[in-house]
């Protein structure tokens, strides 16, 4: 085994905490690897500060590297107690995402590229699998998840829980929803801006009564605003979700979206694209593909950015349909139910590669990066 960051998790891996019963990489506690020739460096970040255990971890360490990785090489373990920093407001303490395992944002260049669809039949299919998922929606221009899962009417009802009011999501097909729409008149949702709309994404995400999610999804507005700053600034991104249709002007926007969340100062890596409205299939011949938008536009896109491409979904009268009457075309049995399940597919499977070989996503600081603007 060549000596790299992950050939140094795969290691690791194989040291069980005797007290949590699971490995020591899936628990977080292996931190800031650095890799100079043959010499190694990471932190050993402890569950509780007098972890009885810390010694006899880092000595199995030091020997499982020696053993799989070579003799030569010069280990430098420190070992750190995870004590957490004070929160600042009350209710990021108790955030209730802090049970959920990823956060994944989807996010479009430009609008009108199906992003919503996407989100929505995505959520489905990921809760297909068995996983626990949530979708917060987030795009105040045009909320238009709760239409889509045929829940205009839903009122989440409020609830305390040690002092904290938190809002229960509403559930459907498997997935718990939380919309700036269940909140406003949908007449009214052009007035939210700026400070009101960011406001209120901070309450879906940190008031939401979210419990032990595997997967929450987070419908953004198309291209960049200040609600995704908010995001970026309030939670740890696991990773974002490009979505675009194959024409050149929604790529030229992907590829903005693509640069705006992996920037310097926000960092949150790309999961992969989706391509949208790759083809159109009329029903009654389901073998045909029409690429009335150009063919495979964001495969090519995501070949020259080395990016996977997570799926390509075609147009079929039945996803707009599905999208109208509220049922989301990802629970059926047809062709586009597959799409879906294979974007789902693919989507599981990257999060998992994205959180093997990098550390999770720093939460924004804005005080520290004002000096970019």
Known sequence: MELSNSSILEVLKQIIHPEHGKDIVSLGMIQDITIEGKNVNFNLSLPKSNDPFASSIKKACLKAIEEKLGKDIVVDVKVKANVAPKAESPYKSKASVSRVKNIIAVASGKGGVGKSTIAANLAVAVAKTGAKVGLIDADIFGPTIPKMFGMEQAQPAMFKEDGMDLI??????????LS?????????????????????????????????????????????????????QEIQVTGAVIVSTPQDVALAAAIKGVSMFTSENINVPILGLVENMAWFTPEELPNNKYYIFGKDGCKKLAERMKLPLLGQIPIVQGIREGG???????IGQETL???????????????????????????????TNSSHH
């Open 168 to 177: 229960e999501p509403v559930e459907s097909y498997g997935v718990k929803i």
């Open 324 to 330: 109208d009457s509220g049922k989301p075309a990802a």
């Open 180 to 232: 700036i729409g269940f909140f406003v008149q949908p007449d009214n949702a052009l007035i939210w801006r700026g400070p009101m709309a960011t406001s209120a994404l901070k309450q879906l995400i940190h008031q939401g009564a979210w419990g032990d999610l595997d997967f929450l999804f987070i419908d953004l507005p198309p291209g960049t605003s200040d609600i995704h700053l908010t995001m970026v």
């Open 337 to 367: 139910a597959k799409a879906f399940d294979n974007l789902a597919h693919n989507l599981i499977l990257e999060v998992q590669k994205r959180n093997l070989n990098m550390p999770p996503t720093r939460k924004v600081d804005v005080k």
